[in-house]
C-alpha cells in the first residue's frame, strides 16, 4: 500500500526556473526520504529529513517537513535540463513494520 | 565508487518457467530490500532483510515468489512459475538500516509472454 503521494504526477517548467514538489503521507514517521530516478535507472538518494527537522538543504535541493500536516516539500532552485527525472519521496513507519515505502512520483521535465 | 550490482538487466522468458534475479549489495550493508516498479503500481516492496534475515516478505506472492540471502554478498528473487503479470523492473536496494539512505541498483527488466 501506498504511504506517500506525490503531487503534481508531472510537472513541466523553463530551464532556470524553480520546480516544487510535494509530498503527502498518512500515518507518523520517523523519517522521509526523497530520491531521484533518471529513465532506465535505479533510484538515487537526494536527502534525508528526520521527523524532528523542518527544513533541510543540500545545494540546489531545499526539503521541508511538516508532522502536522504529514506533507513534505522539494524544491529545486535554478533548474538544469539535467533535473529531468522522476522523484520520489519514502516513508517509513513509526510504528509497526520498519520499512521504505515510496510513493508514485513527480515526473519533472526541464524545458531549455 | 560502491554500487549496488543486479544480474541481469534484462530477462525475456515465457510463462510458467523460472526466473532468478540476483543481487550484489554492497559491502558492508546490513539491509537488503526488493522492490518491483510498474506504470500502474509504481514501487512496490516485496521483501526486506537486515543481517541476512528476512524481515518482512508480506508484498510477495508466496506461493510463486523467493527471496533469500545465502552469504552477504549475494541476494536471490526467485519466481516459479512465471507468469505474465510478473511483467516489470525489480530493484534491489542496500543500506544500513531503514533510516539512512537506499543505495540501488540499476535494476532487472523482466518480460514474461
Known amino acids: 500500500s501506498q504511504q506517500g503521494e506525490e503531487d503534481p504526477q508531472a510537472l513541466s517548467i523553463q530551464e532556470g526556473e524553480n520546480a516544487t514538489m510535494n509530498c503527502s503521507y498518512k500515518?507518523?514517521?520517523?523519517?522521509l526520504q526523497w530520491y531521484r530516478q533518471n529513465s532506465g535507472r535505479g533510484l538515487v538518494h537526494l536527502i534525508l529529513?528526520?521527523?524532528?527537522?523542518r527544513e533541510k538543504h543540500s545545494g540546489r535541493l531545499r526539503v521541508t517537513l511538516d508532522t502536522s500536516k504529514k506533507s513534505s516539500s522539494l524544491l529545486i532552485t535554478a533548474s538544469r535540463a539535467a533535473d529531468t527525472a522522476s522523484y520520489f519521496c519514502?516513508?517509513?513507519?513509526?510504528?509497526?513494520?520498519?520499512?521504505?515505502?515510496f510513493g508514485q512520483g513527480t515526473r519533472l521535465t526541464i524545458n531549455p | 565508487d560502491a554500487r549496488v550490482t543486479q544480474t541481469p538487466r534484462h530477462k525475456v522468458t515465457e510463462m510458467g518457467q523460472e526466473v532468478t534475479m540476483r543481487c550484489q549489495p554492497i559491502?558492508?550493508?546490513?539491509?537488503v530490500f526488493w522492490y518491483r516498479q510498474t506504470m500502474m503500481q509504481g514501487l512496490e516492496l516485496l521483501a526486506y532483510?537486515?543481517?541476512?534475515?528476512?524481515?518482512?516478505d508480506s508484498g510477495m506472492p508466496k506461493d510463486r515468489f523467493s527471496a533469500e540471502m545465502p552469504d552477504a554478498t549475494l541476494a536471490t528473487l526467485k519466481i516459479q512459475p512465471s507468469e505474465p503479470r510478473d511483467s516489470a523492473v525489480y530493484f534491489c536496494?542496500?543500506?544500513?538500516?531503514?533510516?539512512?539512505?537506499?543505495?540501488f541498483g540499476n535494476g532487472t527488466r523482466l518480460t514474461v509472454t
Open positions: 532483510f537486515r543481517n541476512r534475515a528476512p524481515l518482512d
Open positions: 559491502l558492508g550493508h546490513n539491509t
Open positions: 536496494a542496500s543500506g544500513l538500516g531503514w533510516d539512512s539512505p537506499l543505495h
Open positions: 519514502a516513508t517509513d513507519l513509526l510504528q509497526g513494520a520498519q520499512k521504505l515505502v
Open positions: 529529513i528526520r521527523s524532528n527537522e
Open positions: 500515518t507518523s514517521i520517523n523519517n
